[in-house]
């Protein structure tokens, strides 16, 4: 029977992220035990960050409420309003119900959507986000092309134009999970244009969508005339919730939102109740929530700029994130060696040195010699210390 087992599964790997984080599991110890200083993980996006106490609270209240029983498929209404009232502070008009659906983190929605679209030609900025590579791209059997970003992370439009051609989905991530990159909106509207004169969907990542700084301005693509828009949101990121796996998905398109709630009936019966009270609460209480993401963002910016100072100590035009909590740093450069595979190089040297990355081919197999570096989970002083020793341990190499 082994031979029957779907593609959509065949081609499935697990992340090379969830890989790292496994290995350092063990090899943590070990270093911390001999070395009596902190292993560093600067590896995956998790927040090391309670939720705010009005949403813990708010659980505990969709749970004396009784919200527990079978949810309504596709989101309660209450919980859709509430993405709607929300969706209109941030200018966007013309939501309604039909056009929402509640679902498990935003992993969920790229899954239903890529599904419900199995087997179509996406392209896709690079670097990508590992997971769509990945997991996402071969469960829906997506047939993916990328389309490497030029220096400093600008799109090559004449490039985009040419391969949009061949498309029928076009997935973009603003904030830009791994770089950093906040897209303009003179650029999100030129891939707006494009992709209606192509009829090309656009799926749209918008998981980091709060986590913006300095002059900085996140525009959905929800905000542009284009029905053929999906834009997927998370709760994960926004209030440091990511264990929670809640989020929605909207389209002006209701024929999607619908058939994305069939599936998502068929593969999780909808999202639990009490957890969407939780994240409606969660939008609607304005004041918590504007003194949650102030407080919020002006600790991930510490930590950026900490990083960031830090890193250009050693390495040449360090890319500065406009948003997310990422760099996207190239080391090959201060590698005078020869080397056979960069990332493996470079990944087996900070371990052993007791610092965790994500290498640069997880997100694209043009950035071999890159590394990721998250700041999402550590605090200050182990951020410096960490971005310290990779500085130290390259510039003895």
């Not at 990945?134 to 047939?143: A, K, Q």
């Not at 949009?164 to 999970?177: F, M």
């Not at 005339?225 to 929605?248: E, M």
């Not at 470079?346 to 040195?353: P, Q, R, S, T, V």
């Amino acid at each position: 029977m082994v031979q029957k087992i779907s593609l959509a599964f065949q081609n499935i790997v697990l992340s090379q992220i969830v890989k790292i984080s496994e290995r350092v599991r063990e090899k943590a110890v070990e270093f911390e035990k001999t070395h009596k200083k902190p292993f560093i993980r600067f590896q995956r996006g998790d927040l090391g960050i309670d939720i705010p106490a009005y949403v813990r609270d708010a659980i505990n209240e969709g749970l004396e409420k009784g919200l527990t029983k079978y949810p309504k498929s596709g989101g309660e209404p209450w919980f859709k309003d509430a993405v709607i009232n929300h969706l209109e502070e941030m200018g966007i008009k013309n939501i309604k119900r039909d056009n929402v659906i509640a679902t498990y983190g935003g992993q969920e929605g790229l899954q239903l959507v890529f599904s419900l679209f199995r087997g179509s030609k996406c392209l896709a900025f690079s670097p990508c986000w590992s997971c769509m590579l990945d997991n996402i791209f071969p469960y829906s059997e997506t047939d993916y092309k990328l389309l490497p970003l030029k220096e400093n992370f600008e799109i090559d439009f004449d490039e985009f134009e040419k391969n949009l051609k061949h498309s029928d989905i076009l997935y973009l991530n603003n904030p830009h999970n791994p770089t950093g990159k906040v897209f303009t909106y003179e650029e999100l509207e030129r891939i707006n244009h494009l992709c209606k004169k192509y009829d090309v969907l656009i799926v749209s990542d918008e998981a980091y969508k709060d986590i913006i700084f300095d002059n900085n301005r996140f525009h959905s693509m929800l905000e542009f005339d284009n029905k053929d828009v999906v834009s997927v949101f998370t709760f994960s990121k926004s209030f440091a919730a990511t264990g929670f796996r809640a989020g929605y998905t909207v389209s002006r398109n209701s024929f999607i939102i619908e058939k994305m709630t069939l599936g998502d009936y068929s593969q999780t019966a909808g999202v639990v109740t009490f957890i969407q009270y939780a994240f409606k609460v969660a939008l609607e209480n304005k004041e918590e929530k504007d003194k949650w993401l102030k407080w919020f963002l002006n600790k991930l910016k510490k930590r950026r700029d900490i990083a960031y100072e830090e890193l250009k100590e050693f390495v040449k035009d360090v890319y500065k994130p406009g948003g997310t909590f990422y760099f996207f740093v190239n080391l090959k450069d201060l590698i005078k060696k020869e080397v056979k595979n960069y990332d493996e190089y470079i990944l087996d040297l900070l371990i052993e040195n007791g610092v965790a990355v994500t290498p640069g081919s997880a997100f694209g197999r043009d950035f071999e010699g890159f590394i990721r570096i998250s700041t999402s989970a550590l605090e200050e002083n182990l951020i410096k210390e960490g971005i310290k020793r990779i500085g130290e341990i390259f510039k003895s190499i």
